[in-house]
């Protein structure tokens, strides 16, 4: 039985991670920095932090690398990347609303900073303000900010109500996925909905509803998730994808169970969405 929409805690709703936009000044930064309560998430270069404990008191100095995230019910949060730790990944772990809020910014803000160190107009040198959440150039004063690219992800069902799973060439062996692709400059989300689908798998939408939305910092994406009906064949571009099927829930179960199929993470959009058509809780694209 499917449901009229999808739960996607923790981003369907309040953010729990207060971005304190009114008090990024120096100051007020310096004084959460001090705060007692205060905790700094540490991820290193292959995005990877520590579980436990989730986050170490700030204590020392301030620097120039150290991000501010916001508040969560009044403790300040900093994110800062070190060169290697022995920790886990927000693809592959199950996690709080808290751990996903924090990770999610502290991994977006730290990729900006690190991809982004001069001015696309002259060249000039970034100096970072609001705790790493904008950028000044120190040559003709131009502000930057943090980009988004926005990307679309569909679980594309057939009358039978089977999915179509397909294997990214670049993938380890024997996982699979639903169907996504960014959208390209001048697009609309629905335009690439169309577009993705027919390139990636030559399969045409007859009916879609949108489900919600997960910001992914790899790097600095955010995930439009889609469920779609078709009635085409589909075939996989041999491109991107190198295959790709139609699975019934008992042959994804089979497959999961012979090692045949790899599901994504639990962090992913794709398995909220995945999980919900395995339980039959999935929203029917029909609205």
Known sequence: MSLDRLNLSPWDGLSLLNREAEVRDPESIRNAWADDSALLLQLDFDSQFVLDPFGIPAVGELTDDIAYLGRIDGVPWFAQRVEELDGVTIRDSRLTDLQYQVVSAGLAVLNWIG???????????????????????????????????????????????????????????????????????GESAENALYREVAEEAKLQIDAYRFLGSQPWPFSRSLMLAYVARSHSTGRVDQVELEWGNWYSRAEVDAGLAAGKLILPGPGSIAAHVIGAWRNRTLPAPEG
Do not use: K
């Not at 904008?134 to 057939?158: K, N, Q, W, Y």
């Open 115 to 185: 991809n982004t160190r001069f001015c696309t107009m002259c060249g000039g040198q970034l100096r970072r303000t609001h705790g790493g959440f904008a950028a000044v150039c120190s040559m003709c004063g131009r502000e930057h900010f943090p980009r988004t690219d926005p990307a679309i992800i569909v679980a594309v069902l057939d009358p039978a109500d089977r999915i179509f799973l397909a294997h990214q060439t670049t993938w380890a062996q024997h996982r699979v996925s639903i169907l996504a692709g960014f959208i390209e400059a």
